[in-house]
């Protein structure tokens, strides 16, 4: 491609600027071949001139285009340079605040000097198990990178983390090594995770410390080789470091401080444990003040030596061992205080009596003389003699140094050396991941011997990264079998060779420590006469001899020659060290171990020749010990697969989120980065799949273009786009392009799209032209229209009104005629109406005249007739009367003689006849007396029902009074004003008639009194508008209160769910901890089986001492011993107390029904005795067949008198009854009292026939054998001699029937008085209840009556008060009384549930007995033989099995069973009712230990198969549904009220009976959460594989996500047969669906698990999204809202839309429409914070970060948007994690769900091998 097309008109290139490094411009002009300069224009409009150079013809770089700015991955460039990568990086680091950007193999971490929320576990979970392409950049993928290659390819890794101090190395490598301790479990030690993390504090404190450009520098560098065992858990670390800094412990520069451990040391020397230490604050001690920084912001050195005291528990370092590393840091600190003197130029001296120097010796242990003088004093040892000399105060100063410099390196020695023994595991390691912390390229004003040895490590590391990358690129090409030329990198061997090779800067350096006078400056000349020409990497600086230059792989760095010799020899004065060994202080011998060790084996090694050679020659100096441990590190590092991690410091002021361009630049050229970039330019950087070039570029080819084969295709195009063949390459998967190709492609695309766009506009905007053209012309035509029309109504119009004139006139005329005459003819008529009616009515005076008188004659002459009767009538009576009197008198005498003759024959005869006569009206009497009792308590019924009536309608009558004078309480103020207005229109007229002149005086005294109403009225509209203010604020009061306890109840309901989910979570942590311990202990146990087996007592039902974990078997319960036994109360003790109580409770019930039923038992076997022995008696079998047709006849009767009364009492019939007095009315009272009468007789005959009956049988056997008993029941009836009666009855009546029957009527009397009686006493109760309402009734009637009477006197708001109190006491009292007779009715209720308990328990017993009776006497009796035809068995519900069958049960129907056979054949939860009907039986059998044995055995069985399964979703959901039915067995036929309601009668006889088991409910519960639990992880483990791949990268709609350029880590693509789609995972959760529902489970629990699935979905699609910031564009959302569709019909078609699923949904459909909402003004700011509601502020504001447009026509999100949305969002009370929490489970609820099968009814198959059942 030729430079002029590239450099044309308005592309944009980059220019260098000193001050941002480089600076954007576009050009003005197209550049043509040959040009010397190109005209351009910068950002800001500025026009410049670039020149270009006639010899090279450079010309500047390329940007590349905005749709890859921003880009994850810099290699996805087009333009590979420094420009590039420095503008992608500040975009991405200042506008989308991401830190973390790929460049090819490296992850570029830049310090964001700020705390971010993306290092939580959640983000961790989310990492977990991701490719490293398919997320965005983070220290985790990198982490998750190297660990999921440990455990693919079987080999180490290594992650290298590096950059310069303050750029982020040391939190990068925490957060890897806390990624592998999270993602990894610990392998049989416990804690071991957190024992790798708790180096980190104990390492930061004792080798980091602030300087001037990090607060927490690391001044040592470290590699932590952790430990993989082969399941990929974490079993251990070890430690390697590299280089202490120890000339920080006693100098640091301005503005530094020493290392934390001081500093924290001195801040907490007022604890009492380090007293003794004499310390006080940092600034007192010369080591820790010369910084004068002792204070680091937002540190509390006190807080953290808690920390690090902690961390050192946690490492198992013990407590004395921690003191004295305290105690001899403390006495560095005094020994840094010790002040030396100077006597003279070569000799000085300290005071034995120095304070300092007398701690120091006391925390040493070491006599204070002999220190003081070793350290003024030098031995000196020559092969003759020995010799001590004084030295200077200068030596003696750096002497003392250098032994506070020894102490602390060997001290820091040891803690490493302990930490790895801490970390060291006893089991073999398989693998390791290595984390290299080490420090970066370093270059300052003055550099030492330190920066020498970091510049030396950092050449070697680069050398190895620059290899390693080399060797990516050449794989890559031979992998695609693409042509390739050997590609020319920086070497920098040469520098390596330069340092360490023979005769090299090291190697001299080390040769001039061995001389005896060796200096600096004789170094520094060796240097320059042996290097200064041979290499060019060496070179000396102009104006210096004591310095030397090395050329870095990243720049040039002079070092100073002062100071080499001394710390590459790191001196120490022996007779120090040994003053130091004969120390008292163990630890301190500790710590010279290894001195002794090493100095003993150099011993040995020494020949008899050389033995006199000092320690001094043989000992190692610094640079050859860094260079030995350098080469041993790379060896590491080569074994190992790298990953490399590269911090970036972007400013020297620590500001957050502030990028300084030229340091950045300088940092990204030393770590290695822009190399990198130009390795992978000189190649082939970008590479694009075969699928997603074409799916990228198929708008530049045509429809013929496109081939079935998609590879010919993309060679086509590009063959035909790209004339330059060595641009790109073809490999086997995709296709190379070079730097640039990709850049010119898009420019394609985005021009042909442009031009369809052009295309689109024109045709789009022709259309609307000719659409406005023809709507104009349409409304012209409609114009026309209707003027046209307009003109024509007006011309009708005109002709219409002048015909309407000549109309009008026509009949206005004849109106005017034809009224004249009318006129004329009323007069005329009206003339003859008057004549008529006055001749017409002076007739009819005449008429009533003459009828008037002949009225008055007739009324006389009636009078004076009937005055002429009257007197008549009044003789002839008094004649009448005299005669009969007369003849009355003579029938006197006649009657008189006749009765003195008949009055002797009366006397003869008056013997029996009287006394019968008297018996007989005995007789008639009590019948008159039972028909008057009758006919009265009908009467007394009748009359309490009018009464009753009477007192409702008086009820009824009150309250419409009560009513009624409400009504006219509310009527009398007005009909007041009526009245007075009256009164005062009357007294005005009287006024009026009597004094007209008093009119003015009445006028003004009106209007006053009108005036004074009118203030009233006024006034008391005031009042009630204050009132009504009031009752409207009491009213908002009581909605406050309405709300507020409407958000207390969803407070409180939230706060359940809550708890209840807390509950679940502890009992899930506390069943796994059970199962670990129980795994544990299977482990130690595992070579000795046990022997014995648990005891059922043994078992806890308490669910939070629940001991049986989730992988409890039968085999796991036996190891349980007696000791193991809780302080619990057993459940199996509590059930036999209870059974206990039970049995005495019946033998109670038995005894009293044993007295009540002891007379009719004798009765029973007196009747059973004689039927045996009695034969022939036909006579008592016809009387009782007598008896029983009149009986029959008596009960027909007794039903047609009921149904009488019932017709005639029914007042809802369909006809209603007659009305009392007609003539339907008096018959049916005629049938009644005839009926009574037959009744009576009949009852009487009745009574007859038992005493004759009763008198027969006694006559009959009186001689038999049962005579006595006869005899005995007769005399039981009262004599004839104590009723003191004749014996004329006798001979009356000899067998006594008279008396017998009046004997029952006597008794008949005594029933009929007491029903009698208790009809009293419940008229008397209910006539004092109401008349209790009437009086009740009354006081309120009285007590409105004189509120209204009050209120009337009142004002109108007062009034309305009055009886607004009124009404609510009254409210009140009838509340309270209801609430009172509800709490009776409630104990009532108890009451009779009790009895109708104890009753039906008798009636139980009496019938079993009576069977059992019954049976015997069956047995008894001979046996005839008869056909009998078979019954089908009613079987009780109850599976018979015998003791110790519990194991063989439970393992053919728990542990053996499959699921899937049972599922799909037979009834869901079969064998829970199978297990239930067992312990039926063993409740039955009153069996405790079979109770308790059987349901821990079943709980242990289950939870043994969860685990062993625990994976297979089916068999989890089997099981928790069967537990659920047990559970619903359990508590449906417990017998509570509360679960039997829904029980048929046949359930109901099946209840437990004598054991409660409401704390197994509990269990179980319990055990259903638990697997409720573990079905949501393994549906979760199913789902997790599926989510992304099909809610977020499968395109359900094609073509509408267009793919964009990615770099060289490629997301993870699955082929299109293999693409897991929407649709596959709806077809995964209908099997979930489908799968439950088989099993039976209940649906409210189907709609949790449902629920708690679209969560799952909704969590880790979320978290993807806001993770990747390829998804978050426009399309991404379409699909996004599109899927999310698809779940909700999903819903819809299986009746779950009300299960709360699609909230769940809720923030992924509003994170999708984030995506696609318009984003540019405030007012898209405001309506996204009113839509995203569920979404948190940091999700927001991350997706709006991320979003990014796949086309050039989408736009990216501003900065300044993005802080409107959050000072929108800022006062959102809300979390502030990113993160959804994929691991949150929804508080389940159990629902309980009574069955409807039927116990008796189900059958146990074959299949299930449990024969040894039998069923009851």
Request: charged share 30%.
């Amino acid at each position: 491609m030729a430079a002029c097309e590239l450099y044309a008109k308005h592309a944009r290139v980059w220019l260098p600027d000193a001050a941002e490094v480089w600076k954007s411009a576009e050009l003005i002009k197209d550049y043509t071949p040959g040009d010397q300069t190109l005209a351009l224009q910068l950002e800001d409009g500025t026009e410049v001139k670039y020149k270009i150079d006639p010899k090279t013809n450079n010309l500047p770089p390329l940007r590349n285009p905005n749709i890859l700015v921003g880009e994850n991955d810099l290699t996805a460039l087009s333009y590979l340079h420094e420009p590039a990568v420095l503008h992608n990086i500040k975009v991405r680091f200042i506008d989308s605040k991401t830190i973390y950007t790929y460049c090819g193999i490296v992850l570029v971490a830049i310090n964001p000097y700020e705390s971010l929320p993306i290092y939580e576990a959640d983000i961790i979970n989310a990492y977990s198990g991701q490719n490293m392409g398919d997320m965005d950049p983070h220290i985790f993928a990198v982490a998750e990178e190297a660990y999921k290659q440990m455990a693919r390819d079987e080999r180490n890794q290594s992650i290298i983390v590096s950059g310069e101090s303050g750029a982020g190395k040391t939190v990068s490598a925490k957060y890897a090594m806390r990624y592998f301790a999270t993602v990894s479990c610990s392998s049989g030690e416990a804690n071991v995770e957190e024992r790798v993390l708790a180096s980190s504090p104990i390492m930061e404190a004792l080798g980091n410390a602030k300087t001037t450009r990090n607060d927490n520098s690391s001044r040592f560098g470290k590699y932590i080789e952790i430990g993989f065992d082969k399941k990929h858990c974490i079993i251990g670390a070890n430690m390697r470091t590299y280089l202490l800094e120890k000339s920080r412990v006693v100098f640091q520069a301005h503005g530094e401080r020493n290392y934390h451990i001081f500093y924290q040391l001195c801040a907490s020397s007022h604890l009492p444990e380090f007293k003794a230490f004499k310390l006080g604050c940092a600034d007192d001690f010369h080591c820790t003040n010369q910084g004068h920084s002792p204070v680091i912001d937002r540190v509390d050195d006190a807080k953290e030596m808690h920390n690090t005291r902690k961390a050192f528990s946690l490492l198992g370092i013990s407590e004395s061992d921690q003191m004295a590393i305290y105690q001899i840091l403390a006495a560095i600190l005094h020994l840094s205080n010790v002040e030396v003197k100077d006597q003279s130029a070569d000799k000085s001296s300290v005071s034995p009596d120095n304070v300092h120097l007398m701690v120091f010796c006391e925390l040493m242990g070491v006599p204070g003389e002999e220190m003081a003088h070793w350290l003024c004093h030098l031995k000196l040892k020559t092969t003759t003699e020995t010799y001590v000399k004084s030295i200077s105060k200068m030596n003696a100063v750096n002497g003392r140094d250098a032994l506070a410099k020894h102490i602390y390196a060997r001290l820091f020695s040891w803690i490493v050396g302990s930490i790895n023994n801490a970390l060291k595991s006893a089991v073999k390691q398989h693998s390791f991941i290595g984390v290299l912390d080490i420090y970066g390229f370093e270059t300052f004003d003055v550099n030492s011997f330190e920066q020498f040895c970091i510049n030396y490590a950092n050449e070697k590391l680069q050398q190895q990264f620059n290899l390693h990358v080399f060797k990516l690129e050449q794989e890559e090409y031979m992998k695609e079998q693409i042509p390739w030329t050997l590609i020319d990198f920086y070497d920098n061997q040469p520098c390596i060779n330069l340092i360490e090779a023979k005769l090299g800067v090291l190697d001299l350096l080390d040769e001039e420590c061995k001389m005896p006078k060796g200096s600096d400056d004789t170094w520094a000349q060796k240097m320059y006469n042996t290097l200064l020409k041979q290499n060019a990497h060496f070179d000396k600086p102009r104006l210096s001899n004591k310095a030397f230059i090395i050329h870095h792989f990243a720049d040039k760095v002079e070092y100073q020659c002062v100071g080499f010799l001394e710390k590459n020899k790191d001196t120490v004065n022996e007779e120090q060290i040994n003053v130091l060994k004969k120390s008292k202080f163990d630890f301190l011998l500790k710590l010279f171990e290894d001195d002794e060790k090493a100095a003993s084996s150099t011993n040995k090694q020494t020949n008899t020749g050389r033995s006199g050679q000092t320690q001094r020659e043989n000992k190692k100096t610094v640079g050859l010990q860094f260079r030995q441990s350098l080469h041993l590190l790379m060896d590491t590092l080569n074994a190992t697969t790298p990953h490399y991690v590269r911090c970036i410091k972007p400013n020297d002021h620590k500001a957050s989120f502030t990028l300084d361009p030229v340091r950045a630049v300088q940092q990204l050229r030393a770590c290695g980065i822009l190399e990198t970039i130009r390795i992978s330019a000189a190649g082939f950087p970008s590479r694009w799949t075969y699928q997603e070039f074409f799916s990228r570029y198929r708008v530049l080819m045509k429809q013929k273009d496109v081939l079935p084969d998609r590879k010919q295709t993309c060679r086509n195009l590009l063959e035909k786009l790209i004339k330059d063949q060595d641009k790109y390459q073809f490999g086997k998967n995709k296709i190379f392009f070079r730097a640039g190709q990709v850049a010119y492609l898009e420019k394609l695309r985005s021009d042909m799209l442009r031009m369809a766009c052009v295309r689109i506009q024109k045709t789009i905007r022709c259309w609307l032209a000719r659409k406005k053209y023809l709507r104009m012309k349409e409304s012209a035509i409609t114009i026309q229209r209707h003027v046209r029309g307009h003109q024509a109504r007006c011309y009708v119009k005109f002709l219409r009104s002048t015909r309407a004139a000549v109309v009008i006139q026509r009949n206005v005329r004849m109106w005017v005629t034809r009224r004249r005459y009318q006129k004329q003819r009323s007069a005329a008529i009206t003339v003859q109406c008057f004549l008529r009616a006055y001749m017409a009515r002076k007739q009819y005076y005449k008429f009533m005249y003459e009828q008037k008188a002949v009225i008055i004659q007739k009324w006389v002459k009636g009078w004076l007739a009937r005055q002429h009767y009257k007197r008549a009538l009044a003789d002839i009576v008094l004649l009448q009367s005299c005669v009969r009197r007369m003849m009355a008198k003579k029938e006197l005498k006649k009657l008189k003689m006749e009765a003195r003759s008949v009055e002797h024959f009366k006397k003869l005869n008056i013997g029996m006849e009287n006394k019968i006569l008297q018996l007989q009206h005995k007789i008639n009497e009590q019948h008159k007396e039972n028909r008057e009792l009758s006919e009265k308590l009908n009467v007394v019924g009748k009359t309490q029902a009018v009464e009753r009536e009477r007192h409702s309608r008086d009820i009824e009558n009150l309250r419409r009074s009560e009513q009624e004078a409400k009504v006219k309480a509310e009527t009398v103020p007005s009909l007041l004003e009526q009245l007075s207005f009256l009164q005062k229109e009357l007294e005005n007229t009287r006024r009026e008639k009597e004094a007209v002149e008093d009119q003015a005086k009445v006028y003004v005294e009106e209007t006053q009194q009108v005036v004074a109403e009118l203030n009233m009225k006024n006034s008391s509209l005031n009042n009630e508008k204050d009132e009504l203010n009031k009752l409207i604020v009491e009213q908002a009061q009581q909605l406050k209160e309405t709300k507020t306890n409407m958000e207390n109840t969803k407070q409180m309901e939230k706060d359940l769910t809550e708890e209840r989910s807390r509950y679940q979570s502890l009992l899930s942590e506390h069943l796994h901890l059970e199962e670990r311990h129980r795994d544990l202990k299977e482990e130690m146990n595992s070579p000795s089986k046990p022997s014995h087996k648990r005891t059922d007592s043994s078992y806890s039902s308490n669910s939070s001492e629940f001991s049986q974990s989730l992988g409890s078997t039968d085999g796991e319960d036996n190891s349980q011993t007696e000791d193991e036994t809780q302080p619990t109360v057993d459940l199996p003790v509590l059930l036999k107390f209870q059974r206990r109580v039970k049995e005495l409770e019946q033998e109670k019930q038995s005894l009293w029904q044993q007295l009540d039923n002891r007379e009719e038992a004798q009765q029973e076997k007196a009747k059973e005795a004689e039927k045996q022995r009695t034969v022939g008696r036909a006579e008592l079998d016809l009387e009782t067949l007598k008896r029983q047709e009149l009986e029959s006849e008596n009960k027909k009767l007794k039903q047609d008198l009921n149904e009488l009364r019932k017709s005639l009492t029914n007042e809802n019939s369909a006809s209603m009854p007659p009305a009392p007095g007609s003539l339907p009315y008096n018959i049916l009272v005629d049938q009644l009292s005839s009926s009574n009468e037959e009744l009576d007789m009949r009852k009487e005959e009745v009574l007859l026939l038992r005493s004759h009956m009763v008198r027969q049988e006694a006559l009959k056997h009186k001689d038999s054998a049962l005579g006595e008993g006869v005899k005995i029941d007769l005399s039981e009836i009262p004599s004839f001699q104590d009723v003191n009666r004749s014996t004329a009855i006798h001979t009356l009546n000899e067998d006594g029937e008279l008396w017998l029957a009046y004997e029952g009527l006597k008794e008949t009397n005594r029933l009929l008085e007491c029903q009698m009686q208790e009809q009293e006493c419940l008229h008397n109760e209910k006539n004092k209840k109401l008349l209790q309402e009437v009086n009740k009734l009354k006081e309120e009637k009285e007590q409105q009556q004189k509120l209204l009477a009050q209120s009337l006197n009142l004002p109108e708001g007062a009034r309305i008060e009055a009886i607004l109190k009124h009404e609510i006491t009254r409210l009140t009292n009838e509340n309270l009384e209801l609430l009172e007779q509800q709490e009776k009715q409630d104990k009532t209720i108890r009451k009779l549930k009790k009895q109708l308990k104890v009753y039906m328990k008798k009636v139980e017993d009496f019938e079993a007995s009576a069977q059992q009776k019954n049976n015997s006497s069956m047995m008894n009796t001979p046996v005839r033989a008869v056909n009998i035809t078979r019954k089908e068995k009613e079987y009780q519900g109850m599976l018979e099995y015998r003791e110790g069958d519990e194991s063989r049960l439970l393992k053919n129907l728990v542990i053996d069973l499959k699921a899937r056979g049972v599922a799909v054949s037979l009834i869901p939860g079969l064998p829970a009712y199978i297990i239930f009907m067992c312990l039926r039986y063993a409740d039955h059998v009153n069996d405790d230990q079979r109770v308790s044995s059987l349901l821990n055995s079943t709980i242990s069985s289950i939870k043994g198969v969860i685990k062993r399964r625990g994976d297979d979703f089916e068999v989890v959901s089997f099981w928790l549904s069967n537990t659920c039915r047990l559970l619903n067995c359990l508590k449906q036929y417990s017998g509570d009220e509360v679960f039997i309601t829904h029980n048929t009668a046949k359930q109901n006889e099946h209840c437990l009976t004598n054991f409660e088991l409401s704390e197994y409910q509990q269990v179980l519960g319990d055990l259903s959460i638990q697997i409720y639990r573990q079905l949501i992880k393994c549906m979760e483990d199913i789902l997790q594989s599926m989510i992304v791949a099909s809610m977020l990268e499968h395109e359900a709609i094609q073509g509408v996500l267009g793919s964009k350029p990615t770099g060289l880590r490629k997301r993870s693509s699955s082929s299109p047969e293999e693409a897991v789609t929407v649709e596959v995972l709806l077809q995964r959760l209908g099997l979930f669906h489908a799968t439950m529902s088989q099993h039976g489970m209940d649906s409210d629990l189907i709609k949790q698990v449902v629920k708690q699935q679209f969560y799952i979905i909704c969590a880790v699609t979320l978290n993807n999204l806001l993770l990747r910031k390829d998804m978050c564009s426009w399309s991404k959302g379409l699909q996004i809202r599109y899927n999310v569709w698809q779940l909700e019909e999903w819903l819809t078609e299986r009746e779950l839309a009300d299960c709360g699923a699609k909230e769940t949904l809720e923030p992924l459909v509003q994170a999708a429409q984030l995506l696609q909402i318009k984003k540019k003004t405030e007012a898209d700011a405001q309506a996204i914070c009113n839509m995203c509601t569920a979404l948190t502020t940091a999700q927001i504001v991350k997706v709006l970060t991320l979003y990014t447009p796949v086309i050039e026509f989408e736009e990216r999100v501003t900065t300044s948007f993005i802080e409107t949305i959050k000072n929108l969002l800022k006062d959102r009370d809300e979390s502030s994690t990113l993160m959804m929490d994929t691991k949150k489970i929804f508080s389940v609820t159990l629902p309980f769900s009574p069955s409807s099968v039927a116990l008796e009814t189900i059958q146990i198959p074959a299949s299930f091998n449990l024969g040894f059942l039998t069923r009851i």
